[in-house]
């Protein structure tokens, strides 16, 4: 697949997912903070691109990038573990960049894994 076929399939996902006119999404919008997603709705785009790319996921750590989906109250008292990780965007270049190589292109802090 040439690398415009791979952006225009990613960029369809994201839009299925999303809601939003392809012709909005660019490389560096981020799923998360310019497409107000989190929980399963990233999750969702993100295996869509797993699987129809065939992208090796044993790297992605979801605590980076977004919450789980729906909140508990006692969260505004007791945070939850991840909400202590360090924030990394995902962007359509890395679900591009996921799909060009077949695996998940994020570095993660070595420090900073699950509890």
Known sequence: ????????????????????APAALRDDTRIVEDLHLDGDDVVEIVEAVAKTFSVDMANYRWYHHHGPEGCNPLWIIFPPWWTRKKHIPIRIADLIEAARTGAWPIAYPDSDREM
């Open 1 to 20: 697949m040439r690398a415009s076929e791979t952006r225009e399939a990613i960029v369809r996902i994201v839009a299925a997912q999303s809601g939003v």
